[in-house]
């Protein structure tokens, strides 16, 4: 290749244009859940139900939601994704932003719990629709009070990112108030661990006062209705504690500010940040900042200096009570609900705080299965169970590992386990200190269910999608207690059946030797039958008070 034919700066210059995020994302589309046809029809149903779930709580609507997934007759891995909620409503002139522009939503710039964030989930989806069957989202939507729904049509301009409306229209629509979005998509529909049907039972398990009804694509109806009737209380939002933000965020702030100087600045945009604590602040910056300083005019490098003060000066924990945990009632009546095992415990951590974020973890184990590995005591004391039951025991006791359910502001997380601060947390865990087996640095093997939720205003994921937990040391210590806690209340219960199952081989064996040691009895003293029965059954009667289980 010749000098001349090179590239120069003004021929790059004339490649060089601005990266629309659309385009960025319809590139990286792995980033946000759509890297497989599995993967994207879950992640368009998930999408869709998050918002619904989120709209109906914020509204204090208790969520109904409808699902269904049925294939396109005649079109190769074609599908439609309808998902139908009683929620609010989406007013008219939000409508075609909502579904038609990436990183246009409500919860990213509000420091409140919510199962979105980003602004990025049904947009994308709708994004993800247009790409592989070229047909735009199809949304209907009525606000209570409004006598017809909007109907719309839309898709995005990926180069602009911005909506392109197709048709809109009031319609009429039975519903009083709600939102239905329709998307057809090419997608694969499968079951097992990372399916629809599973999402929908993991959400039904954390969510107890939601009813979910879906239809899916073998013509299956799962119904999942709620077990509580009552909605989590609302979540209080926050506003940025000094620990947590970062420079960037920091100088954005400071130049979005209604304020007129620092002083009031600091008190009103962090939260436990008062008049004190602001002026510390202040000082402890110098490079000629005052409490009279103009936040709009603060160069670079005062902000930078402002930023240090920040961490450095102390300021008390942020506020928790903006966190709002499953609670310890509500989990157990959800994994009661959806799964049936023969021992149940549940530990809401209280709050902590990572990188000045407040965040909350509950841990819930459902051990062994009904009639199946454990013993059963009878009222009076005794103990009871079938040669049938101990053989299903036996048949059991496989290699099994325990099953982990992860769960972030209340959403399974199905995908990427490996990469998640909740595996580690378990694996991490001595499981053997409460009398299960585990290879190290492996799940327990046991016949059980670990689910783990971590609640926080901004959950620190891995990726835009939403799918693994970053590993903060402060996460990771509070996922381990909660582990640990649990660990004892069921090495507790272990303790309990064994000595039952001990108890229990033990009578067995008398038992066996119970007539024999009657006929020798009649042989030595000369006893009549009568007087034979009556002696072993007395010698029955005190062996069952001796062993008696208190
Ligand atoms: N079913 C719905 N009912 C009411 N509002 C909705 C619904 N779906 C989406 N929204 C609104 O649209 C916004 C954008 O949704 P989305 O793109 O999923 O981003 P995010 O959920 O991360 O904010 C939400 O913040 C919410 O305000
Ligand atoms: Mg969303």
């Given at each position: 290749?010749?000098?001349?034919?090179?590239?120069?700066a003004?021929?790059?210059?004339?490649?060089?244009?601005?990266?629309?995020?659309?385009?960025?994302?319809?590139?990286?589309?792995?980033?946000?859940?759509?890297?497989?046809?599995?993967?994207?029809?879950?992640?368009?149903?998930?999408?869709?139900?998050?918002?619904?779930?989120?709209?109906?709580?914020?509204?204090g609507?208790?969520?109904?939601?409808?699902?269904?997934v049925?294939?396109?007759?005649?079109?190769?891995?074609?599908?439609?994704?309808?998902?139908?909620?009683?929620?609010?409503?989406?007013?008219?002139?939000?409508?075609?932003?909502?579904?038609?522009?990436?990183l246009?939503?409500?919860?990213?710039?509000?420091?409140?719990q919510?199962?979105?964030?980003?602004?990025?989930?049904?947009?994308?989806?709708?994004?993800y629709?247009?790409?592989?069957?070229?047909?735009?989202?199809?949304?209907?939507?009525r606000?209570?009070?409004?006598?017809?729904a909007?109907?719309?049509?839309?898709?995005?301009?990926?180069?602009k990112?911005?909506?392109?409306?197709?048709?809109?229209?009031?319609?009429?629509?039975?519903?009083?108030?709600?939102?239905?979005?329709?998307?057809?998509?090419?997608?694969?529909?499968q079951?097992?661990?990372?399916?629809?049907?599973?999402?929908?039972?993991?959400?039904?398990?954390?969510?107890?006062?939601?009813?979910?009804r879906?239809?899916?694509?073998?013509?299956?109806?799962?119904?999942?209705?709620?077990?509580?009737?009552?909605?989590?209380?609302?979540?209080v939002?926050?506003?940025?504690?000094?620990h947590?933000?970062?420079?960037g965020?920091?100088?954005?702030?400071?130049?979005n500010?209604?304020?007129?100087?620092?002083l009031p600045?600091?008190?009103?945009?962090?939260?436990?940040?008062?008049?004190?604590t602001?002026r510390?602040?202040?000082?402890?910056?110098?490079?000629?900042?005052?409490?009279?300083?103009?936040?709009?005019?603060?160069?670079?490098?005062?902000?930078?200096?402002?930023?240090?003060?920040?961490?450095?000066?102390?300021?008390?924990?942020?506020?928790?009570?903006?966190?709002?945990?499953?609670g310890?009632?509500?989990?157990?009546?959800?994994?009661r609900?959806?799964?049936?095992?023969?021992?149940?415990?549940?530990?809401?951590?209280?709050?902590?705080v990572?990188?000045?974020?407040?965040?909350q973890?509950?841990?819930?184990?459902?051990?062994?299965?009904?009639?199946?590995?454990?013993?059963?005591?009878?009222?009076?004391?005794?103990i009871?169970?079938?040669?049938r039951?101990?053989?299903?025991?036996?048949?059991?006791?496989?290699?099994?590992?325990a099953?982990?359910?992860?769960f972030?502001?209340?959403?399974p997380?199905?995908?990427?386990?490996?990469?998640?601060?909740?595996?580690?947390?378990?694996?991490?865990?001595?499981?053997?200190?409460?009398?299960?087996?585990?290879?190290k640095?492996?799940?327990?093997?046991?016949?059980?269910?670990?689910?783990?939720?971590?609640?926080?205003?901004w959950?620190?994921?891995?990726?835009?999608?939403?799918?693994?937990?970053?590993?903060?040391?402060?996460?990771?210590?509070?996922?381990?207690?909660g582990?640990?806690?649990?660990?004892?209340?069921?090495?507790?219960?272990?303790?309990?059946?064994?000595?039952?199952?001990?108890?229990?081989?033990?009578?067995?064996?008398?038992?066996?030797?119970?007539?024999?040691?009657?006929?020798?009895?009649?042989?030595?003293?000369?006893?009549?039958?009568?007087?034979?029965?009556k002696?072993?059954?007395?010698?029955?009667?005190?062996?069952?008070?001796?062993?008696?289980?208190?």
């Amino acid at each position: 290749m010749t000098a001349d034919s090179l590239p120069t700066a003004f021929d790059l210059a004339s490649r060089q244009r601005e990266i629309s995020v659309a385009e960025f994302f319809l590139k990286n589309r792995h980033l946000l859940g759509f890297d497989s046809g599995a993967k994207a029809l879950l992640t368009t149903v998930k999408e869709a139900v998050d918002n619904a779930l989120d709209a109906c709580e914020e509204a204090g609507i208790l969520p109904e939601i409808r699902i269904e997934v049925k294939p396109i007759p005649h079109a190769d891995d074609v599908f439609v994704v309808v998902v139908e909620d009683n929620g609010p409503g989406i007013v008219e002139s939000q409508l075609s932003r909502i579904f038609g522009k990436l990183l246009y939503g409500s919860k990213f710039h509000k420091l409140a719990q919510s199962r979105g964030q980003q602004g990025m989930g049904i947009s994308a989806a709708g994004m993800y629709a247009q790409l592989t069957t070229g047909k735009p989202l199809h949304v209907l939507s009525r606000v209570a009070g409004q006598t017809r729904a909007t109907e719309l049509y839309v898709s995005i301009d990926t180069a602009k990112n911005r909506p392109e409306m197709h048709k809109k229209q009031q319609v009429k629509w039975n519903r009083r108030h709600g939102t239905r979005v329709e998307a057809e998509l090419q997608g694969y529909y499968q079951k097992g661990p990372h399916s629809i049907d599973m999402y929908l039972n993991q959400t039904a398990i954390a969510n107890p006062h939601v009813t979910l009804r879906f239809e899916n694509p073998n013509d299956e109806k799962l119904r999942f209705i709620r077990s509580v009737s009552e909605l989590p209380a609302p979540p209080v939002s926050v506003k940025p504690h000094p620990h947590g933000v970062e420079l960037g965020m920091l100088i954005q702030m400071l130049n979005n500010t209604h304020c007129r100087t620092l002083l009031p600045f600091l008190e009103q945009e962090f939260s436990r940040v008062g008049r004190k604590t602001a002026r510390a602040i202040i000082a402890q910056a110098g490079n000629r900042l005052s409490a009279r300083s103009y936040p709009r005019h603060i160069a670079r490098a005062q902000a930078q200096a402002l930023y240090h003060a920040m961490q450095e000066v102390p300021v008390s924990a942020p506020r928790t009570d903006c966190l709002v945990p499953i609670g310890e009632k509500q989990l157990e009546a959800g994994l009661r609900k959806e799964l049936k095992a023969e021992f149940y415990t549940v530990v809401t951590r209280p709050a902590a705080v990572y990188r000045g974020n407040p965040f909350q973890v509950e841990v819930a184990i459902a051990y062994g299965r009904p009639g199946g590995v454990g013993l059963e005591v009878a009222a009076d004391g005794h103990i009871h169970k079938a040669a049938r039951q101990r053989q299903a025991a036996k048949e059991e006791a496989t290699d099994a590992s325990a099953r982990l359910l992860r769960f972030a502001n209340r959403v399974p997380l199905l995908y990427e386990p490996g990469a998640c601060a909740i595996t580690k947390a378990v694996m991490q865990t001595n499981w053997r200190a409460y009398g299960l087996r585990q290879s190290k640095g492996a799940l327990p093997i046991a016949p059980m269910i670990i689910m783990v939720h971590i609640a926080s205003v901004w959950v620190p994921f891995t990726s835009e999608a939403k799918e693994a937990v970053a590993g903060y040391a402060e996460i990771l210590k509070e996922l381990k207690l909660g582990l640990q806690a649990c660990g004892r209340r069921l090495a507790s219960h272990l303790r309990q059946t064994r000595r039952l199952q001990q108890e229990y081989d033990k009578r067995t064996h008398i038992e066996k030797h119970l007539p024999q040691i009657g006929n020798a009895l009649q042989d030595i003293l000369q006893l009549s039958d009568t007087a034979r029965d009556k002696a072993m059954s007395n010698l029955d009667k005190s062996l069952h008070r001796r062993r008696k289980i208190r």
